[in-house]
């Protein structure tokens, strides 16, 4: 119902020490923004802004339109839900449910309808009568959502609502926000978390903020794009080594030769690649760092292959990791191979490096324009 709109905003606190620094976010209407970061990187305090429970040090948060930097958090139209559940544990859920609606004094027929709708939605029917210490984990988060959306508010917010729960659960209602979400549609939501597999997943558009020097040196935001965008064309090391698990590998080199539509480059160990990217701004002779994602290093020597020592493997069923000897101390190489696939600790493998599976980085850490396009596959209807 509702467009969120952060201006310039920072957050800094009366040590001088900023938090926020020079964010600009346009949430659209009906979309689902995530803000994920590593711990510290001022995600939870970004969305606590949004929210009205921080104050913003400078810069502007409109919603829908409306300046609300000093407007009261329970007129900005925001329905927020908690890591920690923050239910009341000696009312019912159904109690729990209409908690707000019933401050407000509106009408028991009313209140009783939104609830059994919200009920329905989260499947709490038979719960309505328990108290939350007769519940699970995944309920009380459920009722927690439940009484965000009997408010029909404009704007969702979410503060790493699934970190308390085990894996399963965890998947189970990663699902039930996305339905939610999709049957509330009209309502812009920012979600936030740790966990990179519950942004890829839930996104339109991943917020990635920085932590540490570099909110200083470039600002708070990492990279904002959807989540392929930041898995197939991270902007800086950063963003590359953050998103993905695992993460992405990283290989220093030495280029060789730059043009518009590839680099060459030398590993230390001598081999030569070609990568497809723009490399028409750097000189031969500047160090470079090589990317490739665990899933795109292939087994054998179809193109470009490198022989690399078996250091550990990981045998998953679905899948087997190779963690061969990259030069770097406590820095493997991650293949990611067939589950059938297995390999002796000292085992010497080939492994090819694809140039249109490369990324290179320069000596600041900046990704080159990779010159390979981003294509969904169709999966084809079923007759």
Same mark, same amino acid.
């Given at each position: 119902?509702?467009?969120?709109?952060?201006?310039?905003?920072?957050?800094? !606190?009366?040590?001088?020490?900023?938090?926020?620094?020079?964010?600009?976010?346009?949430?659209?209407?009906?979309?689902?923004?995530?803000?994920?970061?590593?711990?510290?990187c001022g995600k939870s305090t970004l969305l606590r802004m949004v929210a009205g429970l921080e104050d913003i040090s400078s810069g502007e948060l409109l919603i829908d339109g409306q300046r609300m930097n000093d407007t009261q958090p329970a007129k900005r139209g925001v329905a927020m839900v908690f890591q920690s559940y923050a239910l009341f544990p000696h009312i019912s859920v159904y109690d729990n449910l209409a908690?707000?609606?019933?401050?407000?004094?509106?009408?028991?027929?009313?209140?009783?309808?939104?609830?059994?709708?919200?009920?329905?939605?989260?499947?709490?029917?038979?719960?309505?009568?328990?108290?939350?210490?007769?519940?699970?984990?995944?309920?009380?988060?459920?009722?927690?959502?439940?009484?965000?959306?009997?408010?029909? $508010?404009?704007?969702?917010?979410?503060?790493?609502?699934? +970190?308390?729960?085990?894996?399963?659960? #965890?998947?189970?209602?990663?699902?039930?926000?996305?339905?939610?979400?999709?049957?509330?549609?009209?309502?812009?939501?920012? !979600?936030?978390?740790?966990?990179?597999?519950?942004?890829?997943?839930?996104?339109?558009?991943?917020?990635?903020?920085?932590?540490?020097?570099?909110?200083?040196?470039?600002?708070?935001?990492?990279?904002?794009? +959807?989540?392929?965008?930041?898995?197939?064309? $991270?902007?800086?090391?950063?963003?590359?080594?953050?998103?993905?698990?695992?993460?992405?590998?990283?290989?220093?080199?030495?280029?060789?030769?730059?043009?518009?539509?590839?680099? #060459?480059?030398?590993?230390?160990?001598?081999?030569?690649?070609?990568?497809?990217?723009?490399? +028409?701004?750097? #000189?031969?002779?500047?160090?470079?760092?090589?990317?490739?994602?665990?899933?795109?290093?292939?087994?054998?020597?179809?193109?470009?292959?490198?022989?690399?020592?078996?250091?550990?493997?990981?045998?998953?069923?679905?899948?087997?990791?190779?963690?061969?000897?990259?030069?770097?101390?406590?820095?493997?190489?991650?293949?990611?191979?067939?589950?059938?696939?297995?390999?002796?600790?000292?085992?010497?493998?080939?492994?090819?490096?694809?140039?249109?599976?490369?990324?290179?980085?320069?000596?600041?850490?900046?990704?080159?324009?990779?010159?390979?396009?981003?294509?969904?596959?169709?999966?084809?209807?079923?007759?």
């Open positions: 119902m509702a467009s969120i709109e952060l201006r310039s905003v920072h957050k800094t !606190y009366m040590d001088d020490v900023a938090v926020i620094r020079d964010v600009d976010l346009h949430v659209k209407q009906g979309e689902f923004c995530v803000f994920v970061g590593p711990s510290g908690f707000g609606m019933t401050l407000a004094k509106m009408d028991k027929a009313l209140i009783r309808k939104k609830v059994t709708a919200a009920a329905q939605v989260l499947q709490l029917e038979h719960l309505l009568d328990r108290k939350p210490k007769a519940l699970s984990g995944g309920q009380r988060q459920r009722v927690a959502i439940g009484r965000a959306i009997v408010r029909e $508010p404009g704007v969702f917010l979410f503060d790493e609502p699934l +970190s308390n729960l085990d894996a399963s659960l #965890r998947v189970q209602t990663r699902f039930e926000i996305a339905k939610i979400h999709r049957d509330f549609g009209k309502a812009s939501t920012i !979600y936030v978390t740790h966990d990179q597999v519950e942004a890829m997943t839930l996104a339109d558009r991943i917020l990635l903020l920085n932590s540490g020097p570099a909110v200083l040196k470039e600002g708070s935001v990492a990279q904002c794009g +959807s989540p392929l965008e930041l898995y197939h064309r $991270p902007r800086n090391l950063f963003v590359a080594g953050f998103i993905g698990s695992p993460k992405m590998n990283f290989l220093s080199a030495l280029l060789l030769e730059g043009h518009a539509d590839h680099a #060459r480059v030398q590993l230390p160990s001598g081999e030569v690649l070609d990568a497809l990217v723009d490399a +028409s701004a750097l #000189r031969p002779g500047q160090p470079v760092t090589l990317g490739i994602r665990p899933e795109h290093a292939l087994l054998g020597t179809a193109t470009q292959p490198i022989v690399r020592e078996v250091q550990w493997q990981e045998r998953l069923g679905e899948s087997t990791y190779l963690f061969l000897a990259s030069g770097v101390a406590n820095q493997p190489l991650v293949v990611k191979a067939p589950g059938q696939a297995h390999a002796d600790t000292g085992q010497r493998v080939a492994i090819s490096l694809p140039a249109a599976a490369l990324h290179v980085f320069d000596e600041n850490g900046h990704a080159l324009e990779r010159r390979i396009p981003i294509a969904d596959t169709q999966i084809p209807h079923a007759a």
